[in-house]
């Protein structure tokens, strides 16, 4: 798959050029009330994606950033060709001819979505926006949607070296400045918990099948047969425990530079749970409390919200 790994690896290398010319206030900017970065996303492309049409094989895979999208992609694109009845992590597996794109929705020009209409089906994409700002045809269309979800607290944790990193988003502040912005929709993709509660209109749909972060890490094995189940792609016990075993966190990390670049340490950082209780410490149990506030708010008593086991993974 070496030609979509250097089309990720070539969207975030020009991303952080481009960030580094930039002054910190320009690296986000507001459509519609969400903050979106700028090295990534446009108005335009915005604009372009509302009438995008969705065919009804697509693979969606929906969720937010730092939530585990790209541990969730390489097990999508392995289910993908497998039934393509290929072999995953083969270069003959990939089609050279075939036109490629970067495969998250809302990440490029506003040309990009001509361009997808001449990829092949299954067409495979993942999108971090929340459902009233994808496309209506997805939803007309019942496109099949993968939902993930993480604990708020891990998220909230891991979501902060992504925002340090040098000559992306650069963020200067501490982990309380941070905090505060993320609890103050402050954040690129907007506010978690709007976005969860969001999310939560639609997860009733035969068409949506939601699974949780913590709930791949208990069995990953589990999952995968449960995700290729809901796509309608059938698995022999050998193609599971390789599907299973190429998207390990060890596995995925030890290759993370040539898949993702430099990027690859940001987001393969340490593929845990519960990292959250390193940070939400004593002195600054305030973010505790915000935090337990902000989830009863928005989506306790949820569908997503009880798939979330909040009590089980976010109470010390």
């Known amino acids: 798959m070496k030609k979509s790994r250097k089309i990720f690896v070539d969207v975030i290398d020009k991303a952080v050029e481009a960030a580094n010319s930039m002054h910190p206030d320009e690296l986000l900017f507001s459509y519609k009330g969400t903050f979106y970065p700028t090295t990534l996303c446009s108005p335009e492309s915005f604009k372009a994606l509302e009438t995008f049409e969705a065919r009804s094989d697509d693979v969606i895979l929906a969720g937010y950033p730092k939530s585990g999208t790209n541990w969730l992609s390489q097990i999508l694109t392995d289910l993908i060709a497998i ?17 490629q794109e970067f495969p998250y929705l809302e990440v490029g020009d506003a040309e990009k979505y001509e361009r997808m209409m001449k990829l092949p089906s299954p067409r495979f994409m993942v999108t971090h926006l929340r459902p009233e700002n994808l496309p209506k045809s997805i939803f007309k269309n019942k496109v099949k949607i993968l939902l993930l979800t993480r604990n708020p607290k891990d998220l909230a944790t891991s979501f902060l070296p992504f925002f340090q990193w040098p000559g992306f988003f650069s963020f200067p502040g501490t982990w309380d400045d941070f905090f505060t912005d993320f609890m103050t929709k402050k954040m690129a993709w907007g506010c978690y918990f709007e976005y969860l509660s969001e999310w939560n209109k639609y997860a009733d749909q035969e068409n949506i099948m939601t699974i949780t972060y913590e709930e791949e890490k ?37 290759n993370s530079e040539k898949t ?24 600054l149990q305030d973010h505790n409390q915000k935090m337990d506030k902000a989830f009863e708010e928005h989506i306790a008593g949820t569908k997503l919200g009880k798939k979330l086991k909040y009590d089980l993974y976010c109470k010390a």
């Open 260 to 283: 993702h670049g430099t990027f690859g340490n940001i987001i393969f950082r340490k593929g845990g749970v519960s990292d959250w209780k390193n940070l939400f410490i004593e002195d």
């Open 218 to 254: 208990e069995n990953p094995a589990l999952a995968v047969k449960n995700i290729a189940t809901f796509f309608g792609i059938p698995l022999t016990e050998e193609q599971l425990q390789l599907v299973v075993e190429r998207c390990s966190f060890q596995s995925m990390k030890k």
């Open 83 to 99: 039934s393509q009845k290929k072999t995953p992590g083969r270069e003959s597996s990939v089609n050279a001819e075939d036109v």
